[in-house]
T-cell receptor, first 115, second 111 residues
Framework: DSGVTQTPKHLITATGQRVTLRCSPRSGDLSVYWYQQSLDQGLQFLIQYYNGEERAKGNILERFSAQQFPDLHSELNLSSLELGDSALYFC??????????????FGPGTRLTVL | GEDVEQSLFLSVREGDSSVINCTYTDSSSTYLYWYKQEPGAGLQLLTYIFSNMDMKQDQRLTVLLNKKDKHLSLRIADTQTGDSAIYFCAERESGYSTLTFGKGTMLLVSP
């Protein structure tokens, strides 16, 4: 158990809908990262927040957005869902901003199925 | 840009050693990671190595780094059926936070 928690574990929804995925980092960690794992694209970095502020951005679609709250938990919002958004979404956390020896620990993931 | 390549599949017998290979392209000082993903589970950090090191050993795991060829390997000694999983190699440039992952190597350990 990495100490990173994600809810829900599974999510099934329809095209066009909007969903919110939630992540709580390990105690003491200030950075939260979101990754998408799909069969065709593999594991791709989406976005990072550090202490409430956006720190780095990867291949995140405009339909997706994220935020980190004062208690350091994070939410990933996915809107206007398409079939291709079906994937496993991972959250990771680290102590600092991500450079140097900072190490990312991953949560169990949320499996999103768009029908 | 960064690119990480792994072979897709490896099959070994219980008790044998497993060697999972990875190549990367980043030329800066970098951290290289091995993560393990069991079915239906998240990514478990196994070990990592910085690019100024050649080798790191942690119990049954040995990581070897050939900086000239940008080749990284993970050796698992005395492989057990519980080691069956997908193993991901990932790299991160020292000054940055983003992990770039390979596609993963599925390790199947048969009794």
């Amino acid at each position: 158990d990495s100490g990173v928690t994600q809810t829900p574990k599974h999510l099934i929804t329809a095209t066009g809908q909007r969903v919110t995925l939630r992540c709580s980092p390990r105690s003491g960690d200030l950075s939260v990262y979101w990754y998408q794992q799909s069969l065709d694209q593999g594991l791709q970095f989406l976005i990072q927040y550090y202490n409430g502020e956006e720190r780095a951005k990867g291949n995140i679609l405009e339909r997706f957005s994220a935020q980190q709250f004062p208690d350091l938990h994070s939410e990933l919002n996915l809107s206007s869902l398409e079939l291709g958004d079906s994937a496993l979404y991972f959250c990771a956390s680290s102590v600092a901003q991500g450079g140097g020896t900072d190490t990312q620990y991953f949560g169990p993931g949320t499996r999103l199925t768009v029908l | 840009g960064e690119d990480v390549e792994q072979s897709l599949f490896l099959s070994v017998r219980e008790g044998d050693s497993s060697v999972i290979n990875c190549t990367y392209t980043d030329s800066s000082s970098t951290y290289l990671y091995w993560y393990k993903q069991e079915p239906g589970a998240g990514l478990q950090l196994l070990t990592y190595i910085f690019s100024n090191m050649d080798m790191k050993q942690d119990q049954r795991l040995t990581v070897l780094l050939n900086k000239k060829d940008k080749h990284l390997s993970l050796r698992i000694a005395d492989t057990q059926t519980g080691d069956s999983a997908i193993y991901f190699c990932a790299e991160r440039e020292s000054g940055y936070s983003t992990l770039t992952f390979g596609k993963g190597t599925m390790l199947l350990v048969s009794p």
